[in-house]
């Protein structure tokens, strides 16, 4: 009998356990209605039971029907562990949906609040870890913890190895709830964890989190549109348009996110207390000390300050942040004696060097720093570091070319500092350390550019003879009688024309410049300009044979009813050959922004001068005019009424009728009086 009891007790628990896997929930009631104790049996190798299943499940129905089952007088069988130790209110913990069980379990047994689990984390920290905002705040309210003191609650926000709320939430890219947890507990940002890294130290080593939002907008769009493609062809246009707003409104969300987490920032740099440590000079004491340390200790991230670890995944907004808000950070140096200067430039980052140096009085003195063995900041120009932001995969050629535009901008910003001769330790100036740094990609590059020369000459001699030979075979053709091209009376034909004779040009250019490239000895300086050169004449080349293309589409099909079609058509390859990605086309419009920028400033200045001189045109318009006006007056006062007051010779005294010269003296004395605007009404009363 007891046999039988065991046998169907045992298939009630595989009952439990496969109706959960089949999210057969009414079954798992039903059964635990039958068997109450039930609720509280494990059922899982986790050692989980059927409430921890059932929250695991984020089934709050379910949990808070098992709950009625529980008889009262069984409430400490809530306090039952699984596996990990965590109680039935940690599962409840990892979901908002879940805020009624919670209220429910902590009437049963309120003890549930603050029991950890094996690792001592609370059932607050598990809604941290899982970013539950809504749950985080219920139950700091429950544990009351505005007066407790800070020591006393941060036995509640951290667990045994000293992680805490703020880091979890940081780590899991929860920004909205740890900036929460920033504003109620500000003590926590000055907690170290079990690696002895603060929260913003974290969020310096996490640079995908900066750049969720910045898909480029082309790429995004043809995302959208290929999603939109299936979406139409499973439900419709309905199921089009939800999702084309449902994409619009991830991305005004994506926004909001970015908004938070600045603000986050900002409130973790402000206590942070990384900001505030020497690492090199810690590091001197230890060695006098003694200390001989391993390699993988000396590059352990709790050593560096959020500031460099920042610079080294290229988060700018931390480092912005800092220069704001504590620029004095900017002085301390790494175990290897190099400022954020140094760090920038090995890892290559320009943003953020080109921030640094716009602050001109702690530039001066970060650019004359020396690290431990003597290297300036030209120097540091030779060295390469990879670094957690994405690597771009560029050729030899160009590769070598960045490195060289990288050496020019450092020595341009340096130069007053400390000249071109400066040797470090091994007696060795920048220039010699950049030669020989880069020999190796200097004969890569070599090869590289003999091969791309060669087959870029081919290409460019085959557009050279397309675009030569479209100028006899023009579209439509001559005149038999005279030889002149029959459309040549179309607009269009001169942007065929045009168009045709710049590709040849260029093409030309291009030819002569690679095979200048071809005869050359391949100094490190032909990489930095012809090169550049070369793939400019290239992109314009083919957009010029593009447009070409298309104004003899239009020429030929002008006499069509659907020319607007054609329009659209013909110019079509012109956007396609730009939008679609290419290494070229990049490197060939990198050196053009500088330019292009200042081409922007230069027409935003423009505008506003012709918006200020619009806004004071017709004041000085009525200013004109009146001047205009008295000048005038006074001429016919001086040429008329003088001369006509020697004709007349008539006395005031013996004539009742005003003189010309007695109108000359009112004239002038109403010009005295009133200006311009009343002398004729003046001369008219009198």
């Given amino acids: 009998m007891a046999g039988n009891n065991e046998g169907k007790h045992n298939s009630d628990i595989d009952e439990l356990r496969n109706a959960f896997t089949a999210k057969k929930y009414s079954q798992v009631e039903r059964l635990c ?3 109450p104790e039930y609720v509280s049996q494990t059922i899982s190798i986790y050692k989980d039971t059927t409430l921890h299943m059932a929250a695991q499940s984020k089934q709050k129905k379910l949990v808070l029907d098992l709950l009625k089952i529980l008889p009262a007088d069984c409430n400490r069988r809530l306090n039952i562990k699984n596996g990990d130790g965590n109680r039935i209110l940690h599962e409840v913990a990892a979901s908002d949906a879940m805020k009624d069980a919670a209220e429910e379990l902590l009437k049963r047994n309120a003890v549930l609040l603050t029991k950890p689990n094996n690792l001592g984390e609370k059932p607050i920290f598990w809604a941290a870890r899982y970013g539950q905002s809504q749950m985080f705040q219920f139950l700091a309210d429950k544990m009351d913890l505005e007066k407790p003191s800070p020591e006393k609650i941060k036995d509640y926000l951290q667990r045994n190895d000293g992680t805490t709320v703020l880091h979890v939430s940081i780590a899991a890219e929860y920004f909205d709830l740890a900036l929460l947890i920033v504003k109620k507990y500000p003590y926590l940002v000055e907690q170290r964890d079990q690696f002895s890294m603060t929260a913003l130290q974290h969020l310096a080593c996490n640079p995908t989190a900066f750049r969720k939002g910045e898909i480029p907008k ?17 439900g419709g246009l309905a199921q089009l348009f939800s999702g084309i707003c449902d994409e619009i409104f991830f991305k005004e969300r994506e926004s909001n996110g970015r908004f938070t987490l600045q603000e986050l920032i900002k409130l973790l740099v402000e206590k942070d207390i990384s900001l505030d440590a020497n690492i090199n000079s810690q590091a001197t004491k230890e060695g006098e000390s003694g200390c001989q340390k391993k390699e993988s200790e000396s590059d352990k991230k709790s050593d560096e300050s959020a500031l460099f670890l920042a610079t080294k995944s290229n988060i700018q907004e931390i480092v912005k942040e800092v220069l704001q808000s504590r620029p004095q950070a900017l002085k301390h140096t790494n175990k290897e004696g190099m400022n954020i200067l140094h760090v920038a430039i090995i890892y290559r980052h320009i943003e953020i060097f080109n921030m640094v140096i716009k602050h001109e009085v702690l530039s001066r003195r970060l650019l004359s720093t020396m690290d431990n063995e003597g290297n300036s900041v030209l120097h540091m120009v030779s060295q390469k570091r990879k670094s957690q932001a994405s690597e771009k995969m560029q050729s030899p050629a160009l590769q070598l070319r960045d490195e060289l535009l990288w050496f020019e901008k450092v020595k341009s910003a340096a130069f007053k500092m400390l000249g071109s001769s400066h040797l470090n330790k091994d007696n060795k ?75 040849l040009q260029l093409a030309l250019t291009s030819v002569g410049t690679f095979l200048s490239i ?3 000895s391949f100094p490190l300086e032909d990489f ?22 298309g104004a003899t ?8 009813r659907k020319s607007v079609v054609w329009s659209v058509v013909a110019f079509l390859p012109v956007p396609i050959f ?20 200042f081409f922007i400033y230069f027409i935003e200045g423009i505008v506003i001068v012709l918006i200020h001189i619009s806004l004071a045109l017709p004041r000085i318009l009525s200013l004109f005019f009146d001047g205009l006006g008295w000048t005038v007056r006074r001429a016919c006062l001086y040429i008329i009424y003088k001369p006509l007051c020697w004709i007349c010779r008539i006395s005031d005294t013996e004539s009742s009728q005003p003189s010309a010269d007695r109108l000359f003296r009112i004239s002038l004395e109403t010009e005295s009086r009133s200006g311009p605007l009343f002398r004729t009404n003046a001369c008219m009363n009198a």
Wanted: hydrophobic share 50%; aromatic share 12%.
């Fill in 578 to 597: 730009f939008m679609s990605y290419s290494p070229l086309r990049s490197a060939a419009l990198g050196p053009c922004r500088e330019w292009f920028k």
């Fill in 528 to 549: 930095k300009k012809y090169l550049i050169q070369g793939i400019i004449c290239l992109v314009l080349s083919v957009s010029m044979m593009a447009v070409a293309f």
């Fill in 218 to 234: 082309r790429r995004w769009f043809m995302e959208l549109l290929n999603k939109s493609k299936i979406e139409t062809q499973q």
């Fill in 429 to 503: 100036t920048a220039e010699e350390l950049f030669a020989a740094a880069n020999e190796q990609l200097h004969g890569e590059a070599k090869e590289w550019l003999m091969r791309t020369t060669e087959n870029c000459t081919i290409l460019f001699v085959f557009i050279a003879t397309v675009a030569f030979a479209a100028i006899y075979i023009v579209p439509g053709g001559p005149d038999q009688n005279t030889g002149i091209p029959i459309l040549h009376s179309k607009p269009f034909f001169v942007v065929f024309t045009l168009a045709d004779v710049i590709s």
């Fill in 553 to 560: 589409i239009l020429l030929m099909m002008s006499h069509n």
């Fill in 33 to 35: 209605k039958d068997h």
């Fill in 518 to 520: 071809l005869t050359s």
